[in-house]
């Protein structure tokens, strides 16, 4: 009963924050408590750029974002994670034996400087390429079977925050661009260069640029993906 409790109040908790770096932190803050561990962190990576960031408690971790594989097919319990029907969590001892995951190069060189030897690791959401992830970190024990569940339980709230705010954030970027912006963006949205969009609006490549600029500048990004992933929330 005392777990429910404390499950309930983390759900009310996080249900009250307005942006998703607030939800990102106060997630983590929450999860760091939840269960035992030593650590515990939110990392967002951009499949096309390759970009990472994250957030740690009990303190950031520079080092790490740097040299985590873009390659996602070299963190084998991501990989499962995303070749799973639906978002859940997974331990590393789900997907290989201590020997296996001790002798990868990735353990050696980021997990157990960080402490990380045991992991519970969940999958947030998928957006065009954009991935959420969330973990959770020990050296002395694996995590059992009720850690596991009582972590996934958590993050089934985690995820429909996640989504409200997602969908919140798309129709607010939306609401600062000019219906022509909202064109310009929407045949980009289908896949077509920039020559081809131009065209299909009647307008030169240049004044198209022009339109990027000024839509980057709105939504304070700097490139078409980041600016099409800001309106897909």
């Known amino acids: 009963m005392p777990e429910l409790r404390r499950l309930l109040d983390a759900a009310a908790s996080i249900g009250t924050v307005l942006t998703r770096p607030a ?19 939110w990392v967002t990576m951009d499949t096309t750029t390759g970009a990472m960031t994250g957030y740690h408690l009990p303190e950031p971790l520079p080092f790490l974002i740097p040299v985590m594989p873009r390659d996602l097919s070299d963190v084998p319990m991501v990989a499962e994670l995303l070749a799973a029907p639906e978002p859940g969590s997974l331990r590393i001892s789900d997907t290989m034996t201590p020997e296996e995951w001790q002798a990868r190069p990735l353990y050696e060189a980021i997990y157990r ?29 694996d995590f059992s079977d009720h850690e596991l569940t009582y972590v996934e339980a958590f993050a089934r709230q985690v995820r429909v925050v996640l989504a409200r705010l997602r969908a919140s954030d798309a129709r607010d970027a939306r609401a600062l661009l000019t219906p022509r912006q909202r064109q310009v963006l929407a045949e980009l949205e289908t896949g077509a260069t920039v020559r081809q969009a131009a065209i299909s609006l009647g307008i030169s490549e240049k004044t198209l640029e022009n339109h990027l600029q000024a839509i980057y500048r709105r939504l304070g990004v700097s490139s078409r993906t980041a600016a099409l992933h800001r309106l897909a929330g």
């Open 113 to 141: 400087p960080m402490g990380g030897q045991h992991q519970i690791g969940t999958l947030l959401s998928v957006d065009d390429g954009l991935i959420e992830t969330l973990a959770v970190f020990r050296a002395d024990r």
């Open 23 to 41: 939800l990102r932190e106060r997630t983590v803050e929450i999860l760091f408590t939840l269960v035992p561990c030593t650590r515990a962190g």
